[in-house]
Each structure stands twice: as structure tokens, then as C-alpha cells.
């Protein structure tokens, strides 16, 4: 046998024997079945609990459906436990585990967690509809700041200036709809307020190549400064003439909206939530479908092949920024639109933050950060829900619910998230 092969053959033998054995997930899952088991098996609740499903639609009825917290919380934790026996002997074996296995075993978690949660009420009755719709609604600013992030990211621009282009929109919203008693006026005022931060974070990141996460974090702390000052100085003492913007119409889609369960959900909106249908949708045609997403995605990615076949790099990722200004400034204007119709200081509280840990959980697809999105809503929503149903969890975790799903994420215990490869870095053209 020659050098070479005597070569080839050992090196193909070192090959085979290197396995790497990835232990993080399955030691968390270890341990989340094991507190679950603990929790929402052991302890859980004696009470039934009662799930409606048939609010909000006029031709259909149903029973509530009854779930057993003591039953459903044992079969969770046995399907946990077994999964963590699967993703231990894969992790042991050095192979991948299976795409489905963190859904899977989140989704167990989290709805054990929320019958344990029910159940220990003094009123363990709740509205599935009312539930969705409110996650829907609550989830609507993350995901329009989570579109403006993305396009910015797939374009090779981090943005941490989300959080202030939600509070720049909210407050040019209030600001014109109040003065020209026009809820459509202040919409298009929060898109200008959205592209005005993102024109701050073009200028230094694209032009000056200051670092891109710095020149987030400050654009975000000046935004609230001035805003604050603002509110304080100019908003609160005329609050009936510039705080006081009428809100966005709601209205419900004819036929759909009598679908059972999903309807009223999704087709008894107020009209932000249907604009923000067709910006997800169209962001995910121009991505995938048009010249202009190839374009995106090749400067996100190789931005000095992008060049060498004639693209301008900078000036798609500065068109690219302020487009995802306008998007997120509509996420703003949710605040002062349809939530309230008057602006506070900091009244975002760290949405914007979230959003970003929405893209990230979404792997830099909008289909991942809307379903990424829904799911901080539905959470920022549970906390209320439990709140009222009065439940035993100190109101002090479930505060924290959001923030701690948000860590959860971002930390990658669904599974490892990989940005476009040109993200943070700035081009020169040489």
C-alpha cells in the first residue's frame, strides 16, 4: 500500500471515531422533567378546568371542554420524560436530534405549566377565543418590529434600534393624530418617526462604520430621552389636544370571522392586525420570489460577490434600514392606535428587545419571527389572564414570563440559530 493510501485510509479512520456528542439540550430537558414531573404532575391541582371554544361566533355552540390538570399533567410528564430518554441515548450516540423534538417537548412544557397554572385559580374557567385573540393583539408590535429587524439583518445590518423605532412611532402617532383628529395620519407619522431612527443607525453604521449593536443602543437611549422630555414637557400639559389621537378602526371580515375558534381570532381584528397580515406575506415574496430579495439576502450574505456582480451594497443596505424603519414605526403606532389613544414615557417597555429575540428565534425567516412573535404575545398575555383569574404564582413571575421566554431563545434551547453571515459588518467598497 503506498504512503498516500496508508495516509488516507488513517485519516478516514480519525474521521469516523470523531464524534461530538452535544449534551445542552438533553440536560435541560432533564431538568425541566424532572420540575415538571414534580410540579404539574405531583401537585397538581384538584379542580377541572373548563375551556371555552365557541365565543365569537353566532351559528356554532359547544360544550366547554374539561380537562383534568391531575391527568393531562401526568400524561405531559411522561411524554417529557420519554423524550429526554430519546434526546439523551441520540446525544450519546453523536447524532442530530430530530427537528421535532424541541417543539414537541416546548409544547408540553408550556401547556402543563398553563393547566397547572389554571387549575390552581379560584376560577379555572377560561376562554380559549378570548385567550388567542388577546396573544394575536399583544403580539402585533413585536411582530411588525420584528419585519423591520429582519430586514435589516438579512441585509447585513444588526438592529438593536427596534425598541426605538416602536417609541419614536408611538409617539408621532399620537402626536399627529391628535392634531389632525386622523388615525390614518398618525399611522403614516409613525412610519416618518420609524425611518427617522433608522436614518440615525444608516448614517453612522453604513457611512461612518461605527459599530452597529453601539449605535443601537444609543439611538435607543436617545429616543427615549427625547420622547420623555417631550411627553413631560409639551404631551401631559395639553394632553386633550396633543395626546389624545382617535384610534384605528376594527371591523371583521365577512364570513371568515364566523370560522369557530380561529375567526374571531384572526378575522375580527382591528385593521393594524390585517395590515400586518399582508407585510409579513409581502416581506416573504419579495424575499424568497423577487430580484430585490436575491439582492438582500446576497449582501446579507457575501456582500463583496454581491458588488462584483454590480449591486451597490451600501445603498441597499441603507434603503434596506429605512424600509425597516417604516415597518417597525408601524408596530409603534399599535401603542397609541389601539391600545390606548395616549402616550406615555417608555410606554414600549422593552418590546422592541423582544422583537429582536423574535428574529433570532425565528432563524431570520418571517414565517420563524411571526410564529416567534405569537408566541411572546401569547405569553405577555397569559400574565395578564392569570392576574384576573387570580391565581397562587406570585404576580411578580408572571412579569417576568415574557422575559424569561425571551432569555429562553435567545440563549438557543430550541436549537441553534445562524444570522446571515455578513451581519454586524460594515462594507467597503476597496
Given at each position: 500500500m503506498s504512503v498516500e493510501a496508508t495516509k488516507a485510509t488513517s485519516l478516514s479512520s480519525d474521521t469516523e471515531t470523531l464524534v461530538v456528542k452535544d449534551w445542552k439540550n438533553p440536560v435541560i430537558y432533564a431538568v425541566l422533567a424532572l420540575v415538571a414531573t414534580l410540579l404539574i404532575g405531583l401537585r397538581a391541582p384538584q379542580a377541572t378546568i373548563s375551556l371555552g371554544i365557541s365565543d365569537g361566533v353566532s351559528w356554532f355552540s359547544a360544550e366547554p371542554l374539561?380537562?383534568?390538570?391531575?391527568?393531562?399533567?401526568?400524561?405531559?410528564?411522561?411524554?417529557?420524560?420519554?423524550?429526554?430518554?430519546?434526546?439523551?441515548?441520540?446525544?450519546?450516540a453523536g447524532k442530530t436530534l430530530g427537528k421535532w423534538v424541541a417543539p414537541l417537548f416546548w409544547l408540553l412544557f408550556a401547556t402543563g405549566l398553563l393547566v397547572w397554572a389554571v387549575g390552581s385559580t379560584a376560577s379555572p374557567s377560561l376562554s380559549l377565543v378570548s385567550l388567542l385573540n388577546g396573544a394575536v393583539l399583544l403580539s402585533v408590535p413585536m411582530i411588525f418590529g420584528s419585519m423591520g429587524g429582519l430586514l435589516c439583518e438579512r441585509s447585513g445590518v444588526v438592529?438593536?434600534?427596534?425598541?426605538?423605532?416602536?417609541?419614536?412611532?408611538?409617539?408621532?402617532?399620537?402626536?399627529?393624530?391628535?392634531?389632525?383628529?386622523?388615525?390614518?395620519?398618525?399611522?403614516?407619522?409613525?412610519?416618518?418617526g420609524g425611518m427617522l431612527v433608522s436614518a440615525l443607525l444608516a448614517v453612522f453604521a453604513i457611512k461612518y462604520l461605527v459599530d452597529q449593536v453601539i449605535v443601537g443602543v444609543v439611538v435607543n437611549v436617545l429616543v427615549s430621552g427625547?420622547?420623555?422630555?417631550?411627553?413631560?414637557?409639551?404631551?401631559?400639559?395639553?394632553?386633550?389636544?396633543?395626546?389624545?389621537?382617535?384610534?384605528?378602526?376594527?371591523?371583521?371580515?365577512?364570513?371568515l370571522s364566523e370560522i369557530p375558534v380561529l375567526g374571531p381570532v384572526l378575522f375580527n381584528q382591528n385593521v393594524l392586525v390585517y395590515i400586518m397580515y399582508i407585510v409579513v406575506a409581502t416581506i416573504w415574496f419579495a424575499l424568497n420570489k423577487t430580484r430585490w430579495g436575491l439582492r438582500t439576502r446576497a449582501v446579507g450574505e457575501h456582500p463583496k460577490a454581491a458588488d462584483t456582480l454590480g449591486v451597490n451594497v451600501n445603498r441597499l443596505r441603507a434603503t434596506n434600514v429605512l424600509l425597516a424603519g417604516a415597518v417597525a414605526g408601524m408596530g409603534g403606532a399599535f401603542f397609541t392606535l389601539v391600545s390606548v389613544s395616549s402616550f406615555n414615557s417608555d410606554m414600549t417597555a422593552g418590546q422592541g428587545y423582544i422583537a429582536l429575540a423574535a428574529l433570532i428565534f425565528g432563524r431570520w425567516t418571517p414565517i420563524g419571527a411571526l410564529s416567534a412573535a405569537l408566541l411572546f404575545g401569547f405569553s405577555l398575555n397569559l400574565q395578564f389572564v392569570l392576574s384576573i383569574l387570580g391565581t397562587s404564582v406570585p404576580t411578580e413571575l408572571l412579569a417576568m414570563l415574557p422575559y424569561l421566554v425571551t432569555i429562553f431563545a435567545v440563549a438557543g434551547l430550541v436549537g441553534r440559530s445562524r444570522g446571515p453571515a455578513a451581519v454586524g459588518i460594515p462594507y467597503v467598497k476597496e
Open positions: 374539561r380537562i383534568n390538570p391531575q391527568t393531562y399533567g401526568w400524561v405531559a410528564s411522561a411524554l417529557m420524560l420519554a423524550l429526554t430518554l430519546y434526546s439523551l441515548v441520540t446525544a450519546k438592529n438593536i434600534a427596534i425598541e426605538g423605532q416602536l417609541l419614536l412611532g408611538a409617539f408621532s402617532a399620537v402626536l399627529v393624530g391628535s392634531l389632525t383628529k386622523s388615525p390614518w395620519a398618525g399611522l403614516v407619522a409613525a412610519m416618518v427625547l420622547t420623555g422630555f417631550f411627553f413631560t414637557r409639551v404631551l401631559e400639559p395639553n394632553a386633550s389636544v396633543l395626546n389624545s389621537a382617535p384610534k384605528l378602526p376594527a371591523f371583521a371580515i365577512p364570513g
